[in-house]
């Protein structure tokens, strides 16, 4: 065939509009996706627009009932107010106690920083419950905490720390102090060090590079970790109920009451609709803070 | 001088602190006196002689939801990983965030609103879901398979999509490319979903305690639910056994996370 | 030998373009590349060179136009079907087989017995010196090794054309200068046809047997080196392949022979005698440009063609030595010094002078 007998294939400079074969392989994912998870959350929704008809009985009515329960009631609004009480102390305690390590993991070339990463992992790995357990032992009326105490004389009764909502504080910080110290970590690595070298140069003690030059760089990092911290405090279960003896109500613990023990479902499910909305928004957030700083100024 | 002393303190309380519970639950499975009572009385072993058998029963039916929801996540999150990368479909990002959105939901929320749903379910077809291993791999499953998508999107952003067109130029087909490069060279993503998936369904309290109930109990509802009526010391002897073999699994993971880069898998 | 037996073939590329949404990537693109040639598409970042490989290999598909490999239309067909052995910049070997597996990967898929396969490896790996290499992991071999392991690859197969791209441009200067020699030695050992793409003008001199320039995805000029140097057709490749000389000056009247009288457009109004070159069909009236290369130009000495220029400086490049200096209008000319020759002092006035051969007309 010569060059001259060839007719030039015309395809159209457009692309045409084809499905993309990818999307047929995202289908079955997609459709267990739906089943089990994407129509579970929306008959609970749907659930929270009716009121109970007896125990375990849903009634057939829609209703803003329970809606305008919780802005009005004022045990939920206690409840509400218990829980977003629970979150902040939670946030603020591993705040406290996680930016010196992160600080720590960070900036030490120290060999040893292998060791104090896993350590920072490790009780991850270790079942959430059995971390609650252990916790028992060390803050009973006979336990170690208060006999240390009471042995040196700090105190002359017992102190009650479990079974109540300050155990559940000490438990959750616990719990969610490695994701405070992970998220930290990642922020103030990407702080030059020469920064607080400059700031030290120009005459800057340790406390003053803090709050001048670590905590304003490091704020975005410090929003981020919080808001996800806050997020999952308030979304915890196992923790509240083991901890808190079945005394402390919040969210959590009120929802779980409402499924097993009051069956009252209508009204679990709305407490779980505007938890999930709580937490997710909460959560959503703290992703763009973590988006946008990373992206830079 | 001094801040160093004062930061290093610090350090050393917290992370007493972090290691505490897991060290206490160790000690005091040991202890003869009281079970929540420090210091420990009297030396003894007598608490893991009396370990319920339902706590072996639930141990056995963990590890079955565990490995099947670790096997489940991959299989179907592997698919749509790829189709997440590689897809230029309308609404794309969208479904992304859809599919991944699970791990912004907090469990308990899943897990009542599963235990609703199978209610429902029940009413409308007569097949039960609550109470069986099966309803228990659909829930983990919720979880599971996001955690799975993330894992293998994050191997594939790493991924050299130049390999599968050397793969194609030598004459593979691509059908063959998947299995003989692409399958490979993702594997330690895709046993990190995996183990991801294994190990957050083996710690689920929330959704097991909805979704199972009977024979279906898991391991930590079991200790869950003796701990809310029957605390004994027994239940200490079944935490220790549980951080032992965490520690067990933990340098077993070190071990293999070494070998694996070893294998050529990328940095 | 690997070569014996294999297919030689040549690829047209016949009227080809591609589209990307509004933008024209690659437009009318038509070359041939014969059966044993090795031929270089030449250019800067986002000229299509890169784009036309990939076609020819069968990632991209042309949205117009035809490519045909030894007689084949190949256009349609997937990039497993069409025997190409292609080199690609990141190497793209597989991290998770050995030298030995990534060689034998083609062959497997090829379906060869074990015999067959193990003995083309071997001859591969002699045929790039890496025998001692076979059971190592790419993470373990350096850039130039893994290179050449990319090069047997490709060729173990027994392709029908060899694409590189830009397989060089991760390595340093020494190592890239040992590679270019290696490559052009396989190549013509095994005469397999091969399309090579760079942006380095001193890779595609030395390796090529013709190199075609790409601007905006267009071939401004396919020629053999040597023409390309010496009689490029426009300014852009005058500029592109070595440095150049360009004087803007007017035709005044043909001479005998190509030689053209022409007059520079600046103020001193200087006549020159230059060669037209085949082609060259301005007419008296018609502005083009007077190029010549450094170093055909000469301080002192009686050529035909003489120019007052005033030195701004020299550049010393070890054997090299370039004298940058101003022309009458405040044009840029350079002038290599001659070995040995003593070079002028900065502001003074020098005289340039150049053959009639020694220099050709282009139009812009």
């Not at chain 3, 013709?210 to 396919?222: L, S, T, Y």
């Amino acid at each position: 065939m010569s060059a001259t007998e060839i007719e030039p294939l015309e395809h159209p400079g457009r692309l045409r509009r084809r499905a993309d074969p990818w999307l047929w392989v995202l289908l079955p994912t997609l459709a267990v996706f739906a089943l089990i998870f994407a129509a579970p959350l929306a008959d609970l929704i749907v659930l929270s627009f009716h009121q109970m008809s007896g125990p375990a009985q849903v009634g057939a009515a829609y209703t803003l009932a329970n809606y305008q329960a919780f802005v009005t009631d004022p045990f939920y609004l206690e409840m509400l107010l218990r829980t977003c009480g629970l979150g902040l102390m939670v946030t603020f305690g591993c705040l406290v106690a996680g930016y010196p390590v992160a600080y720590y993991l960070a900036r030490t070339p120290s060999r040893w920083r292998g060791l104090a990463l896993f350590l920072v992992i490790a009780p991850l790995l270790v079942s959430a419950i059995v971390r609650n357990i252990g916790w028992f032992p060390l803050l009973s009326q006979s336990g170690a905490v208060n006999w240390v105490l009471l042995k040196l004389g700090f105190i002359s009764a017992p102190l009650l720390l479990i079974n109540n909502f300050t155990g559940v504080v000490i438990g959750l910080v616990h719990a969610l102090l490695p994701f405070m110290i992970l998220t930290l970590t990642t922020v103030i690595q990407r702080i030059e060090g020469d920064l607080e070298e400059a700031a030290a140069n120009l005459g800057a003690g340790p406390l003053q590079t803090f709050w001048r030059v670590l905590l304003p760089l490091s704020l975005p990092g410090v929003v981020s970790g919080s808001l996800l911290v806050f997020a999952m405090a308030i979304s915890a279960y196992t923790t509240p109920a083991i901890l808190g003896g079945n005394r402390v109500l919040v969210m959590a613990t009120y929802i779980a009451q409402q499924f097993r023990t009051v069956l009252n479902y209508p009204a679990g499910g709305t407490a779980a609709a505007l938890l999930l909305l709580f937490a997710a928004v909460l959560t959503v957030l703290a992703l763009q803070v973590r988006t946008a700083e990373e992206r830079g100024p | 001088m001094i801040r160093w002393l004062a930061l290093r303190a610090t350090l050393l309380v917290v992370f007493a602190f972090l290691l505490a519970p897991v060290i206490v639950v160790v000690v005091v499975s040991f202890n003869g006196g009281p079970i929540l009572s420090f210091p420990p009385a009297s030396f003894t072993t007598q608490w893991y002689a009396l370990i319920k058998p339902a706590f072996f029963s639930a141990l056995y039916v963990s590890l079955i939801v565990a490995s099947c929801t670790a096997l489940l996540s991959v299989a179907f999150g592997l698919p749509a990983a790829l189709a997440l990368s590689r897809g230029r479909f309308f609404g794309r990002d969208v479904l992304n965030s859809i599919l991944l959105s699970p791990l912004v939901v907090p469990a308990l929320v899943t897990g009542v609103a599963l235990y609703q749903y199978s209610l429902s379910f029940w009413d409308l077809t007569h097949v039960a879901l609550g109470g069986t291993l099966i309803g228990l791999i659909v829930g983990h499953l919720t979880f599971g398979i996001p955690f799975g998508i993330r894992a293998i999107l994050a191997g594939h952003a790493r991924f050299e999509t130049a390999l599968e067109e050397a793969a194609l130029n030598l004459g593979a087909t691509p059908l063959q490319t998947f299995w003989r490069v692409t399958v490979p060279i993702l594997r330690p993503s895709i046993v990190a979903g995996a183990i991801f998936a294994f190990v957050m369904s083996l710690d689920d309290v929330p959704i097991a305690l909805f979704m199972g109930g009977g024979d279906a109990t898991t391991l930590p509802v079991q200790i869950f639910t003796t701990v809310e009526f029957d605390f004994g010391g027994d239940v200490m002897a079944v935490a220790a056994l549980i951080v032992g073999a965490s520690a067990v699994l933990m340098l077993l993971l070190d071990r293999l996370i070494g070998l694996e880069q070893l294998f050529g898998a990328r940095q | 030998m690997i070569g014996k037996g294999a297919a030689v073939s040549d690829v047209r590329f016949l009227g080809v373009e591609k589209f990307y949404g509004d933008h024209l990537a690659v437009r009318g693109i038509d070359l041939t590349v014969q059966p044993g040639e090795f031929v270089t598409l030449l250019g800067p970042s986002g000229c299509g060179k890169t784009t036309c490989l990939r076609m020819v290999a069968g990632f991209v598909a042309p949205s117009r136009g035809r490519i045909i490999m030894g007689g084949r239309d190949i256009t349609a067909l997937p990039p497993y079907r069409r025997n190409t052995g292609m080199v690609f910049q990141s190497y793209a070997l597989f991290p998770h087989k050995t030298v030995a597996e990534n060689i034998a990967f083609g062959l497997q898929v090829r379906r060869l017995p074990r015999a067959e396969r193990e003995q083309r490896i071997a001859e591969a790996l002699r045929l790039v010196h890496l025998e001692q290499f076979a059971d190592r992991y790419p993470a373990q071999l350096s850039g130039g090794q893994r290179q050449r392991v990319a090069l047997a690859r490709a060729i173990v197969i027994r392709p029908d054309v060899l694409l590189l791209d830009e397989p060089l441009a991760a390595l340093d200067l020494k190592l890239r200068e040992e590679l270019q020699v290696e490559i052009k030695r396989v190549q013509s050992a095994l005469k397999i046809t091969t399309l090579f793409v760079t942006h380095d003008q001193g890779e595609a001199l030395s390796m090529s047997d013709r190199v075609a320039v790409m601007q905006d995805g267009r071939i401004v000029q396919v020629d053999t080196p040597e023409a390309l140097y010496e009689r490029p057709n426009c300014r852009y490749v005058a500029n592109f392949v070595g440095r150049t000389n360009l004087l803007d000056v007017m035709v005044r009247e043909k001479l005998d022979g190509d030689l053209v009288r022409v007059e520079s457009c600046s103020a001193t109004k200087a006549s020159f005698v230059a060669a037209g070159g085949p082609g060259f069909d301005a007419q008296p009236g018609d502005r083009c440009l007077l190029g010549a290369r450094p170093e055909h130009f000469h301080l002192g000495g009686g050529r035909a063609n003489a120019m007052q220029v005033k030195v701004r400086g020299v550049t010393y490049l070890g054997s090299i030595r370039y004298i940058d200096a101003e022309g009458p209008d405040g044009e840029s000319v350079t002038v290599q010094a001659q070995p040995g020759e003593p070079l002028p002092t900065r502001g003074e006035t020098v005289t340039v002078t150049w053959r009639p051969q020694a220099c050709f007309l282009l139009k812009e």
